[in-house]
């Protein structure tokens, strides 16, 4: 069996880690591990079990100055010598507990080195609103990647941007298509991305890929 290890930088993020940490293990997926790579000035150590070993804390000092693309890169330099896979679990998303199983089965039946989801559920604290963001096949969200250790070894994430800027998974992908080497599939009712504050899209109107959708739609489980 694979072992898989989730990546998650964080920066002040405190009130979404005791879901993020709830969501990891809650994983069915028996053999995986989570980085959690916290950046920010109020470190979140309390909210980490210190006994258990499938949860790996380790704080950078501020100000680290990293931006994504450099974070992402030591948190997957920071996991176990053993692992074969990772895979994206940002810290104000909500995934399926099926949902690590399924995309290392994805990885491993289409024989590729990079699975991600090109349709994705999205919640909008603001209003309260759903929304479904679908793309072309091969265009994973950045939030869903998992890729073998081995392709990010020969083609890790360009350090570029700020810490906010989300083009390193762009080019990510971009390298992963070039290769023939991505498979993408329809993540919705796996993974819910929310809209808030402090998120990427908070100021950006939802347009084109993004439909609103009723709130019955998101998957259930996910806390509204």
Same mark, same amino acid.
């Given at each position: 069996?694979? %072992? =898989?290890?989730?990546?998650?930088?964080?920066?002040?993020?405190?009130?979404?880690?005791?879901?993020?940490?709830?969501?990891?293990?809650?994983?069915?997926?028996?053999? %995986?591990?989570?980085? =959690?790579?916290?950046?920010?000035?109020?470190? !979140?150590? #309390?909210?980490?079990?210190?006994?258990?070993?499938?949860?790996?804390?380790?704080?950078?000092?501020?100000?680290?100055?990293?931006?994504?693309? *450099?974070?992402?890169?030591?948190?997957?330099?920071?996991?176990?010598?053993?692992?074969? =896979?990772?895979?994206?679990?940002?810290? #104000?998303?909500?995934? *399926?507990?099926?949902?690590?199983?399924?995309?290392?089965?994805?990885?491993?039946? /289409?024989?590729?080195? =990079?699975?991600?989801?090109?349709? !994705?559920?999205?919640?909008?604290?603001?209003?309260?609103?759903?929304?479904?963001? %679908?793309? /072309?096949?091969?265009?994973?969200?950045?939030?869903?990647?998992?890729?073998?250790?081995?392709?990010? *070894?020969?083609?890790?994430?360009?350090? *570029?941007?700020?810490?906010?800027?989300?083009?390193?998974?762009?080019?990510?992908?971009?390298?992963?298509?070039?290769?023939?080497? !991505?498979?993408?599939?329809?993540? /919705?009712?796996?993974?819910?991305?929310? !809209?808030?504050?402090?998120?990427?899209?908070?100021? /950006?109107?939802?347009?084109?890929?993004?439909?609103?959708?009723?709130?019955?739609?998101?998957?259930?489980?996910?806390?509204?």
């Amino acid at each position: 069996m694979l %072992k =898989v290890c989730a990546i998650m930088p964080t920066a002040d993020r405190a009130r979404f880690i005791p879901q993020a940490l709830a969501g990891f293990l809650a994983q069915t997926y028996p053999e %995986k591990t989570l980085v =959690v790579l916290d950046n920010g000035r109020n470190l !979140i150590q #309390d909210f980490v079990p210190q006994d258990d070993p499938r949860v790996l804390y380790h704080a950078l000092s501020w100000p680290a100055g990293q931006n994504i693309g *450099q974070l992402r890169n030591l948190a997957c330099q920071l996991a176990p010598d053993d692992t074969d =896979v990772f895979i994206h679990f940002d810290d #104000d998303d909500w995934s *399926q507990p099926a949902r690590i199983a399924r995309q290392v089965e994805e990885l491993e039946d /289409r024989g590729v080195q =990079v699975t991600g989801f090109h349709a !994705i559920h999205f919640y909008r604290e603001s209003d309260r609103s759903a929304w479904t963001y %679908k793309n /072309r096949a091969q265009h994973g969200v950045g939030a869903s990647l998992c890729y073998r250790r081995g392709f990010w *070894q020969d083609h890790p994430f360009p350090e *570029q941007g700020l810490i906010h800027d989300r083009g390193e998974d762009n080019g990510f992908m971009t390298t992963a298509r070039q290769a023939q080497a !991505i498979g993408t599939s329809d993540g /919705r009712g796996l993974l819910v991305a929310r !809209i808030h504050a402090a998120s990427f899209h908070s100021n /950006r109107p939802l347009t084109g890929n993004y439909v609103q959708v009723s709130l019955d739609e998101l998957p259930e489980g996910f806390p509204r």
